[in-house]
Nanobody, 122 residues
Framework: QVQLEESGGGLVQAGDSLRLSCAASGRTFSVYVMAWFRQAPGKEREFVSAVRRYGGSTSYADSVKGRFTISRSNSENTVYLQMNSLKPEDTAVYYC???????????????WGQGTQVTVTS
């Protein structure tokens, strides 16, 4: 079992930056692929980014590529999402997820946090 807790969301203006954190507890953090998803009002949850077990490989949704950076610290049991050049369309609840295999579907991940709200105003 893995417990995930996100933090770092907030209300910002377009062009600003935010750094989300996801602290994990429970089973060994390093064995899991970690990912960020987001869900905007009235929309389905969508993949944002993922990082493999030892941080060597990352993937991004096209909509955030070049603006967001995912990273992880296995020593701190934490995964981060640095979000730069934020746009109003980035407004969503951001969820941290952990799973055994890399993927872009929600079903690829077994454990989820409660989410943190990110709101970007124009």
């Amino acid at each position: 079992q893995v417990q995930l807790e996100e933090s770092g969301g907030g209300l910002v203006q377009a062009g600003d930056s935010l750094r989300l954190s996801c602290a994990a507890s429970g089973r060994t953090f390093s064995v899991y692929v970690m990912a960020w998803f987001r869900q905007a009002p009235g929309k389905e949850r969508e993949f944002v980014s993922a990082v493999r077990r030892y941080g060597g490989s990352t993937s991004y949704a096209d909509s955030v590529k070049g603006r967001f950076t995912i990273s992880r610290s296995n020593s701190e049991n934490t995964v981060y999402l640095q979000m730069n050049s934020l746009k109003p369309e980035d407004t969503a609840v951001y969820y941290c997820a952990a799973g055994p295999n890399s993927g872009r579907r929600s079903v690829d991940y077994n454990y989820w946090g409660q989410g943190t709200q990110v709101t970007v105003t124009s």
